[in-house]
Antibody, heavy 116, light 112 residues
C-alpha cells in the first residue's frame, strides 16, 4: 500500500525556519517526481514545489522562491521541504503528493503555523 | 499559469439525487502526449484530499461507480449519480498538464 507520512510541522515565529519531512513507503520512491501542496485554513489548494526523481530538477511557486528548498533522499525514501524566513501567510497544512501521469496520492498533511 | 474555474461553488443536494460540478480551464489541458491531465479530488472536513478521477474520466482504485467524469479541452464535468451521505465535502478539479499545477476554487457539496 502506498503511504506518505508527513512530519515536522509546528508553531514557529515569523522569520523562523522549519524542515518538513515526508516518509514514503509501498512504492519505488526513486522512480517518482514528488510535490508539496499547501492549504491555508479554510482556503483552497496551492502547489508549492516539485522535484524530479533524482533530485536534479526543482521548481517553486513565486511566493516561496528563495525561501523554501525541496530535496529528497532516495536511500531513505524521504522527501523534504526546508522552509526559511517564514511569514504569517505560510500558515497552512502542507501535503506531500506523489503523482504518476495524473494519478495523485496525498499524505495526511502536517500543519505549519507562523505566529508570534 | 492555467486558471481553473469551478461552478457552482456550493451545491445543496438531496440524498439519492444527482449532482454535477463543472470545471473550466483558461487554456487547453491537452498535453503534447495527447493525454489530458485533468483530475477531480474530494476532501471531507478535516481530511486530506483524495483522488476520485484522473485523466478526465478514469476512476481511481476503490472509487464507487456513481462518480463519473467527462469533458475535453477546456470544459470538464464531474457527476455523482446518486448522492450519498459520505459524498459531502469539497470537490476540486486539478490540472497537471502544465507546470505549475493549478486547482479550481472548490465546490462544497452538502445535503439539503
Amino acid at each position: 500500500e502506498v503511504q506518505l507520512v508527513e512530519s515536522g510541522g509546528d508553531l514557529v515565529q515569523p522569520g523562523g525556519s522549519l524542515r518538513l519531512s515526508c516518509a514514503a513507503s509501498g512504492f519505488s520512491f526513486s522512480n517518482y517526481w514528488m510535490y508539496w501542496v499547501r492549504q491555508a485554513p479554510g482556503k483552497g489548494l496551492v502547489w508549492v514545489s516539485q522535484i524530479n526523481n533524482d533530485g536534479s530538477n526543482t521548481n517553486y511557486a513565486d511566493s516561496v522562491k528563495d525561501r523554501f528548498t525541496i530535496s529528497r533522499d532516495n536511500a531513505k525514501n524521504t522527501l523534504y521541504l526546508q522552509m526559511n524566513s517564514l511569514r504569517a501567510e505560510d500558515t497552512a497544512m502542507y501535503y506531500c503528493v506523489r503523482d504518476w501521469f495524473g494519478e495523485s496520492t496525498w499524505g495526511q498533511g502536517t500543519p505549519v503555523t507562523v505566529s508570534s | 499559469d492555467i486558471v481553473m474555474s469551478q461552478t457552482p461553488l456550493s451545491s445543496p443536494v438531496t440524498l439519492g439525487q444527482p449532482a454535477s460540478i463543472s470545471c473550466r480551464s483558461s487554456h487547453s489541458l491537452v498535453h503534447s502526449s495527447g493525454n489530458t491531465y485533468l483530475s477531480w479530488l474530494h476532501q471531507r472536513p478535516g481530511q486530506p484530499p483524495r483522488l476520485l478521477i484522473h485523466r478526465i474520466s478514469n476512476r481511481f482504485s476503490g472509487v464507487p461507480d456513481r462518480f463519473s467524469g467527462s469533458g475535453a479541452g477546456t470544459d470538464f464535468t464531474l457527476k455523482i449519480n446518486r448522492v450519498e451521505t459520505e459524498d459531502v465535502g469539497i470537490y476540486y478539479c486539478m490540472q497537471t498538464t502544465q507546470f505549475p499545477w493549478t486547482f479550481g476554487q472548490g465546490t462544497k457539496v452538502e445535503i439539503k
